[in-house]
C-alpha cells in the first residue's frame, strides 16, 4: 500500500544502548523529516533530508544520526539511548510541485520509553 | 529561533458552536501556513493549508490569514463532539532552503453534546 510507515509502534530500550527507528514511504517524495513530540514542547525538528544523501540537522538533533541512501527509507538512530530521548518519534515527507507545497504526511509514530 | 504560538486550551464550545482556533507567527518570510488535527494517539493530519491573505473555505473549515499581523486562524462551524482533538498551526520556514514546518504547540478543542 501507498504511504508512510514507521517501525517499530512501541519501543522500550535501557539507557546507553543503540536504538535505530525507521521510516519507509513510497511516494517518492523527495524531502523527508523526523520530529520528536513531548509535551508542552510540540513538534521540534531532529533531522531533515531533501533527496538521498542529502541530510541537515533541526533544532533538536544532539543524540540522533540519520542516513539516507535510498529516497524511500529513512532512518533515525539514537547512538546512546537517554531518558530525555523518551518521546514520540515522528517521520514525515513532503514534495513540492512547481511553486505550491501541500505540506506534510506523516507516519503513524513510534513510542519511544528509555529506562 | 522562529516561534509559532497557540494558546493551549482546552477551548470549549457546545455542539453546533463555531470554534475559532488562534496562532501567530514570528518569522516574516514564511508563505506557507497548515492546520493539522491530531486525536489523542494519533498522528497529525492535514486538514487545510492557506498561502494567500484572506479566507479559505474547505466544508465546515476556514482558514483565515493577515500576513501584516502575522495572524492565522481556523473557523470550524457546526462543531461535532468528533472534531473534539488537538489543533497544530505550522508554518513554513521562510528564509532557510529546508522546507521544513515549524508547529506550534497546538490547542486542544473539546466540544461538549
Known amino acids: 500500500d501507498a504511504g508512510i510507515t514507521q517501525s517499530p509502534r512501541y519501543k522500550i530500550t535501557e539507557t546507553g544502548r543503540q536504538v535505530t527507528l525507521m521510516c519507509h514511504q513510497t511516494?517518492?517524495?523527495?524531502?523527508m523529516f523526523w520530529y520528536r513530540q513531548d509535551l508542552g514542547h510540540g513538534l521540534r525538528l531532529i533531522y531533515y533530508?531533501?533527496?538521498?544523501?542529502?541530510?541537515d540537522k533541526g533544532e533538536v538533533p544532539d543524540g540522533y544520526v540519520v542516513s539516507r541512501s535510498k529516497t524511500e527509507n529513512f532512518p533515525l538512530t539514537l547512538e546512546s539511548a537517554t531518558r530525555s530521548q523518551t518521546s514520540v518519534y515522528f517521520c514525515?515527507?513532503?514534495?513540492?510541485?512547481?511553486?505550491?507545497?501541500?505540506?506534510?504526511?506523516f507516519g503513524s509514530g513510534t513510542r519511544l520509553t528509555v529506562v | 529561533q522562529k516561534e509559532v504560538e497557540q494558546n493551549s486550551g482546552p477551548l470549549s464550545v457546545p455542539e453546533g458552536a463555531i470554534a475559532s482556533l488562534n496562532c501567530t507567527y514570528s518569522d516574516r518570510g514564511s508563505q506557507s501556513f497548515f492546520w493539522y488535527r491530531q486525536y489523542s494517539g494519533k498522528s497529525p493530519e492535514l486538514i487545510m493549508f492557506?498561502?494567500?491573505?484572506g479566507d479559505k473555505e474547505d466544508g465546515r473549515f476556514t482558514a483565515q490569514l493577515n500576513k501584516a499581523s502575522q495572524y492565522v486562524s481556523l473557523l470550524i462551524r457546526d462543531s461535532q463532539p468528533s472534531d473534539s482533538a488537538t489543533y497544530l498551526c505550522?508554518?513554513?520556514?521562510?528564509?532557510?532552503?529546508?522546507?521544513?514546518?515549524?508547529f506550534g504547540s497546538g490547542t486542544r478543542l473539546q466540544v461538549q453534546p
Open positions: 492557506i498561502y494567500s491573505n
Open positions: 514525515a515527507s513532503s514534495e513540492w510541485v512547481g511553486r505550491s507545497y501541500y505540506g506534510y504526511t
Open positions: 511516494w517518492s517524495h523527495s524531502y
Open positions: 505550522a508554518v513554513n520556514e521562510g528564509d532557510t532552503g529546508r522546507r521544513a514546518l515549524t
Open positions: 533530508s531533501a533527496a538521498a544523501d542529502i541530510t
